[in-house]
């Protein structure tokens, strides 16, 4: 299954840039607009990541905690600054973007279960 989820967060990219893309459907943007910031998000989340796995014997819990809020941070800062909008707006659809983040996520994972399930 390991091997599997990196092919879910493939998949993953497109439907949070159509995520991304009704939640800004006012905006003017083209859904490929979402689709390369959608690529910057989790490209950087994969790097934090990364590094996080790859240093977890010697990063401390609160270093830990710290970056793991940095990354909520900056994907807030980032979300801000690419639509230009204000800090409520900004706050209320940053929310529902993690919510169905985590759903898509939580589907697709089941999804994934499944299907290795009936492959082997």
């Not at 909520?72 to 940053?94: D, M, R």
Request: hydrophobic share 65%; proline share 2%; no cysteine.
């Amino acid at each position: 299954m390991i091997g599997r989820l990196g092919w879910l967060m493939i998949f993953m990219l497109p439907l949070m840039a159509l995520v991304l893309l009704l939640l800004y459907a006012r905006g003017g943007w083209y859904y490929v607009e979402h689709l390369v910031f959608s690529f910057h998000l989790h490209a950087f989340l994969f790097l934090v990541i990364a590094i996080i796995l790859f240093l977890r014997n010697y990063i401390p819990g609160l270093l830990l905690g710290l970056l793991i809020t940095g990354m909520v941070v900056y994907i807030y800062l980032a979300v801000k600054k690419f639509y230009g909008q204000g800090f409520i707006k900004t706050s209320l659809k940053f929310i529902i973007l993690g919510i169905a983040y985590q759903v898509l996520l939580l589907i697709g994972t089941l999804l994934t279960l499944l299907l290795t399930f009936l492959l082997f």
